[in-house]
T-cell receptor, first 115, second 109 residues
Framework: KAGVTQTPRYLIKTRGQQVTLSCSPI?????VSWYQQTPGQGLQFLFE???????NKGNFPGRFSGRQFSNSRSEMNVSTLELGDSALYLC??????????????FGPGTRLTVL | EDQVTQSPEALRLQEGESSSLNCSYT??????LFWYRQDPGKGPEFLFT???AGEEKEKERLKATLTKKESFLHITAPKPEDSATYLC??????????FGKGTRLSVIA
């Protein structure tokens, strides 16, 4: 079974630009969660999509947004990039049976560097 | 607010020197505790899910245990390839996972 895939793997952007990251979950998984990982803060939850609807949102500004398509693939967008947005962005998929958060399986991440 | 604290932050072991990593949690109504392994520059790799106090799970040299307040990841006779950051996360079921900051393990040959 193919794992979670994320594209691109690396991105370099400048302040003020916007970026779109993509995630394809494990086949059959309808829940996709996004996380930001930095050395100081660890893994922080951004948001989760299930059946094309945002189900939960973390404590991030509105510059961070996402969406999910009917095939469960998800995209995350960050507008007006700031230096502090430099991080590893991770996508995780899960079965999310009966609304319960169970084990999540992560992709390799997208390393975003903002100059 | 759910909280997860992992200790120590970093651990250096000689090959074959067994030890334990700790994950203390404060969560009302724990529905699951998860352990992950993360290699540098990669996404976390799922290891175990524990659901109730007293539960234990094993995989090769790793054994995870759970009490009502904490979980331990025991590493028996570690090898250099066990070097990684180990992450712990908790869930109340209907809320997103909350992760600890991890323990960075180095195993020296």
């Amino acid at each position: 079974k193919a794992g979670v895939t994320q594209t691109p793997r690396y991105l370099i952007k400048t302040r003020g630009q916007q970026v779109t990251l993509s995630c394809s979950p494990i086949s059959g998984h309808r829940s996709v969660s996004w996380y930001q990982q930095t050395p100081g803060q660890g893994l922080q939850f951004l948001f989760e999509y299930f059946s094309e609807t945002q189900r939960n949102k973390g404590n991030f500004p509105g510059r961070f947004s996402g969406r999910q398509f009917s095939n469960s693939r998800s995209e995350m967008n960050v507008s007006t990039l700031e230096l502090g947005d430099s991080a590893l962005y991770l996508c995780a998929s899960s079965l999310r049976v009966a609304g319960v958060y169970n084990e999540q399986f992560f992709g390799p991440g997208t390393r975003l560097t903002v100059l | 607010e759910d909280q997860v604290t992992q200790s120590p932050e970093a651990l250096r072991l000689q090959e074959g020197e067994s030890s334990s990593l700790n994950c203390s949690y404060t969560v009302s109504g724990l529905r699951g505790l998860f352990w992950y392994r993360q290699d540098p520059g990669k996404g976390p790799e799922f290891l175990f899910t524990l659901y109730s106090a007293g539960e234990e799970k094993e995989k090769e040299r790793l054994k995870a245990t759970l009490t009502k307040k904490e979980s331990f990841l025991h590493i028996t006779a570690p090898k250099p390839e066990d070097s990684a950051t180990y992450l712990c996360a908790v869930s109340r079921g209907n809320t997103p996972l909350v992760f600890g900051k991890g323990t960075r393990l180095s195993v020296i040959a």
